[in-house]
């Protein structure tokens, strides 16, 4: 089964480039993949494979094995980032500003090939298997807690999940897993601090909510060095500060935006109480005011021990032992998480780099892109992960 699983990878890999590159070309922000979602349509209803949206741009797809067994879904993500693509490649972005970098046309494109090797094996297959393409992972609330909410996880009910994202870190032909706790929660904090603006040489006749803004940043690291337990990891960044006043004007208004990442939801919330405490002192103490809008965003993301064992066992029988990599906590989140909050679920990782091809960047950045190669590591995995793991849930 094996060999004739990348078989078929490697006769579809052509079709398959052509794909990735296509929706490459034709990039969608959250929640607006019309296109995607009825250019993925039209391969599920070419062969054959039953499907339906939801959530408006979500197409759910079903194969049907010839033997009982479980439910297992497998899940791609369809949206793009706002990003302005620096690529010189033939399928380089048509759409302004808007750009695949963060690999899931390849997730798509892999999930498609899986679709089609899954399919052409139906007689193999002992249970069920879930096709979920997936709006807008990059934008909260996330796609996958609408589909949720639409039922996505029932009729039939699924049993459990399974996920795949692109790696720039490891090497195109090698994958990587992480039994329990592998990805972060995501907060996102939205604050203004109100003074009183004027003549930068007089500044004892106005309230500088820039000093005040200088001051909270740097207080505010104090939640992670000293406030947080030092087992649970824990990030607070802020990436964007605006204050439009001048070499000699004080503004009136300094506009902060973060992020807030851990891995745990009890220290999560306490958190959440401390930054408005901080917050509420300093700028108080310094006769400002302030608004402050904590956005809580997807939860952490944990793996099932069990399920990842028996994927990773899947990859080891797929691929040779020196290209199954052990994965350590990764900070940044995913709206997968969702799914890992409902069903035993589990998000591994597919290598994409290339050294000798400049294949490097990391997600999210405009010059990312990928080895081609690795859809063919990607779709066939996928299709045998599926097939192996309901195989051993009998």
Not at 14 to 19: D, F, H, S
Request: proline share 5%.
């Amino acid at each position: 089964m094996i060999d004739h699983i990348k078989n078929l990878s490697e006769s579809l890999f052509e079709r398959l480039v052509n794909i990735r590159r296509y929706i490459h070309s034709n990039p969608e922000l959250s929640f607006e993949e019309h296109t995607t979602a009825s250019y993925v349509e039209s391969f599920l209803n070419e062969w054959g494979i039953p499907n339906q949206r939801m959530a408006t741009t979500g197409v759910i797809g079903m194969i049907e094995g010839t033997q009982p067994g479980k439910t297992i879904a497998l899940r791609a993500d369809l949206d793009a980032l706002p990003i302005v693509e620096k690529n010189d490649v033939s399928y380089k972005s048509q759409n302004d500003g808007v750009m695949h970098a963060c690999g899931h046309d390849v997730h798509t494109t892999c999930l498609l090939g899986a679709a089609y090797i899954l399919n052409q094996n139906k007689e193999n297959i002992k249970g069920k298997i879930k096709l979920i393409f997936q709006p807008g992972e990059e934008k909260l609330p996330g796609g996958a807690s609408l589909l949720i909410k639409e039922g996505v996880l029932n009729n039939p009910k699924v049993d459990m999940i399974v996920g795949q994202h692109v790696m720039p870190l490891i090497n195109v032909g090698s994958v990587g897993f992480r039994e329990g706790l592998y990805m972060a929660s995501t907060d996102e904090i939205y604050l203004t601090i109100k003074g009183k603006g004027g003549h930068g040489a007089m500044p004892h006749l106005g309230i500088d909510p820039v000093t005040i803004a200088a001051t909270l940043i740097v207080e505010l690291q104090q939640l992670v060095s000293r406030f947080c337990p030092p087992h649970i990891p824990c990030v607070l960044s802020f990436g964007k500060v605006q204050a439009n006043g001048a070499t000699n004007v004080i503004p009136d208004e300094v506009y902060i935006e973060g992020t807030f990442r851990t891995l745990d939801e009890e220290w999560r919330a306490k958190a959440h109480e401390l930054i408005h405490t901080f917050v509420k002192n300093i700028t108080e103490a310094r006769g400002a005011k302030f608004d402050l809008k904590i956005e809580h965003g997807y939860p952490f993301l944990k793996n099932n021990p069990e399920l990842t064992r028996q994927c990773k066992s899947s990859a080891l029988k797929y691929l040779d032992e020196s290209r199954v990599e052990e994965l350590g906590i990764w900070m940044a989140a995913e709206d997968f998480a969702w799914y890992s909050h409902q069903v035993p679920a589990c998000f591994y990782r597919l290598g994409i780099r290339n050294e000798s091809k400049g294949i490097t960047n990391n997600v999210h950045n405009p010059q990312f892109n990928i080895d081609e190669e690795a859809i063919k590591t990607g779709a066939g995995l996928m299709a045998f992960i599926a097939m192996d793991v309901l195989a051993n849930h009998g």
